[in-house]
């Protein structure tokens, strides 16, 4: 199974300003995930990608496709060809041209080889991708960093998808663990036919004012840019440093009992010493976490692809973004009515969900914590189709 910790790990190596959303989250720990590969994908996939902005003409709005092929940074050309990073891709401004054009009016199809990588789409301004060298001499990119004032794309109105597609299939989501800014959705057809990250009508707008009513989540709201997610609002000065803490006392106060169950067994956890001690198929401690371990599922909460300690950090992570880890002490929950309803919560991923068609999205990194986001995949994909959907 490709999770999505996998989905970008090589994509992220090496490259600078990588957003959290490719680093972190894991996928479907407590859910679930179809057979095994009947057969090896087509070594390319048809991609379309639609404008329905009914504001912005195809001609304004530029499309990246960059990512990883065997440990090598990569991009897509508009004749559907990888191309590797090069420092010589650099043009005098500093920046490179990686933009793909769409079709003059209508679907823009592309022809997607292997690769693990991001999908960007940027309206009105093109992206500044800048070619770097990583700590290794090796050539990277700088990605679009949108929670830093001082990024090059600051000002540009852009989103992406994520996929990894091989042999094995097609493993794609619409994330929002860093920011949402641009409405995206996905249809995975093959096997079955499949859609995520579409939003209701107003949908966008909703997700805007939700996040504003809130005081602490309000200086997350970009004026009519994006809404960053509050782990980088948090680093960026704009979310408070303990926001978390009151309930991440009741949860790490002595005596406090939460049990998970997780693919490989069930565990007893029982809160003493200012850690959270497991017992089940094997011993798991976790460290009382800060608001910031919270929001990034890091820290404290890191899951490794163990076995063990990653889906008891993961389902753990998400009971606390959820906000369900005091109030139920069988984990993980799985009906959404129970999320978010203490007062101090997630209000942030909280309004991505209530405003996305199907209830899921991914405003945390373990969000897919019994699959609630918005995620796809098919071992024998036939065409994927990204659609850039009405403000």
Not at 82 to 97: H, M, R, V
Not at 106 to 123: F, H, K, N, V, W
Not at 352 to 360: E, F, I, K, Q, T
């Amino acid at each position: 199974m490709v999770n999505r910790r996998n989905l970008l790990k090589g994509a992220a190596a090496g490259a600078l300003a990588v957003p959290a959303a490719g680093l972190l989250a894991t996928r479907a720990f407590g859910g679930t995930d179809s057979a095994a590969p009947p057969a090896a994908s087509a070594a390319t996939l048809p991609v379309h990608i639609v404008n329905n902005t009914g504001e912005w003409a195809n001609s304004s709005i530029h499309l990246y496709v960059v990512g990883n092929v065997d440990g090598r940074q990569v991009r897509l050309t508009p004749d559907g060809t990888l191309a590797p990073i090069s420092l010589d891709d650099n043009g005098p401004d500093g920046f490179t041209e990686y933009a793909i054009p769409l079709a003059g009016s209508g679907t823009t199809t592309l022809q997607l080889p292997y690769m693990s990588g991001r999908i960007y789409t940027a309206l009105g301004d093109k992206l500044k991708f800048k070619a770097v060298l990583d700590g290794n001499g090796v050539p990277a990119l700088a990605y679009p960093a949108g929670w830093v004032t001082s990024d090059p794309n600051y000002e540009v109105l852009h989103d992406c998808a994520e996929f990894t597609y091989s042999a094995d299939g097609m493993f794609c989501n619409v994330t929002m663990v860093d920011m949402f800014s641009v409405p995206l959705d996905i249809r995975l057809q093959g096997t079955a036919d499949q859609t995520a990250g579409r939003l209701k009508d107003g949908g966008r707008r909703q997700i805007f004012t939700e996040a504003g009513r809130h005081e602490a989540f309000a200086p997350l709201v970009i004026g009519d840019r994006r809404v960053l997610a509050p782990s980088h609002g948090l680093d960026a000065g704009l979310f408070p440093t303990g926001y978390f803490d009151s309930y991440i006392d009741r949860i790490w106060a002595d005596g406090h009992q939460l049990n998970i169950r997780t693919n490989e067994g069930y565990y007893t956890g029982r809160a003493t010493g200012g850690r959270l001690v497991f017992n089940g198929p094997a011993e798991v401690i976790v460290d009382r976490p800060t608001t910031r371990d919270v929001l990034f599922c890091d820290g404290a909460l890191h899951a490794p692809n163990d076995g063990i300690r990653g889906p008891v950090a993961a389902i753990l992570g998400a009971a606390l973004n959820r906000t369900t880890a005091h109030s139920h002490p069988e984990q993980p929950v799985t009906d959404a009515a129970a999320f978010y309803q203490h007062d101090v919560t997630h209000h942030y991923a909280k309004a991505l969900h209530a405003a996305m068609v199907d209830g899921r999205a991914y405003g945390f990194a373990f969000d897919d914590v019994a699959d609630f986001a918005s995620y796809v995949q098919d071992h024998a994909p036939q065409q994927f189709t990204l659609t850039i959907s009405p403000f």
